[in-house]
């Protein structure tokens, strides 16, 4: 896999979180301009994964959940299976 910086108007998302760990802030771009999304929770905090090389990666399910405040770390990708040509 090559390596590549983030890029916001590629389709990448940056999130920010706090240190209190229960706010985040995410910026992406919606092809007419760029969207500042905040969500904080009432009870709890977000579930993060490991920082490594300056940064999270993050795959969209995974964000989904985290943005939901659920355990994401305790979900795990099913393999998707090739499907078989009959005839």
Known sequence: MIARRA???CGDVFVFRSKRLDRVK???CDGSG???ITKWLHQ????WPPIRNGAVHLSAT???L???GLEWTR????????PTVVG
């Open 75 to 82: 979900v795990s990708p099913k393999p998707v299976k090739q």
């Open 62 to 64: 995974q964000l989904a």
């Open 66 to 68: 985290l943005l939901d």
């Open 26 to 28: 995410l910026l992406a």
């Open 34 to 36: 760029v969207v500042l």
């Open 44 to 47: 709890g905090r977000f579930t």
């Open 7 to 9: 890029n916001l108007y």
